[in-house]
Structure formats: structure tokens, C-alpha cells
């Protein structure tokens, strides 16, 4: 497995800083964790967790569009009002 090497992930600082000989057993000499099924379980999670901002990011683009949308209208319809149809 190539790896960018100049690349720095907040998670390899975190497993840096929890326990350095880890990460050097991991990132420099390949050791596989013990635990991959909680590795892989924890990509899930992170995956899940980012469509949700994105879907979350998305709605809040939806909902200011629609709340310009609805201003413009009011300013609108009080401009029929003030200058008459």
C-alpha cells in the first residue's frame, strides 16, 4: 500500500500522542492492529458522519435560498400595496 508520506492526519497525531510506539508499529513498520473489525467499525462511523454534514450543510443552503426567496416576495407584494397595481 502506497501512502503519501508528507500527509498528516488528525488521527495519526492522536495515535502519535496516545502512544507514539503504536504509531510508529503502525505508519512505519505495517504491524496490523488487533483490532480491525473496531478499525473498520470506526471508517463507518466517520463515513456516516460526514454525509450527515453534508446533508446538514445542503438543508442549510435550502433554507436560506428559501428565506431570500420569501423576503423578496414581501418586499413584493408591499411594493403593490405602496404604488398600486
Avoid at 6 to 22: E, F, K, P, T
Avoid at 58 to 78: D, F, P, W, Y
Wanted: hydrophobic residues 55%.
Amino acid at each position: 500500500m502506497s501512502q503519501d508520506r508528507s500527509l498528516v492526519r488528525a488521527s495519526d497525531i492522536g495515535l502519535w500522542v496516545y502512544c507514539n510506539r503504536a504509531w510508529w508499529l503502525a505508519k512505519v513498520k505495517g504491524v496490523p492492529h488487533r483490532n480491525q473489525a473496531l478499525l473498520d467499525y470506526g471508517v463507518e462511523v466517520h463515513a456516516a458522519h460526514g454525509t450527515q454534514v453534508k446533508r446538514a450543510a445542503t438543508a442549510r443552503k435550502v433554507g436560506v435560498n428559501l428565506l431570500v426567496i420569501a423576503a423578496l416576495i414581501v418586499v413584493l407584494a408591499l411594493l403593490a400595496l405602496v404604488f398600486g397595481q
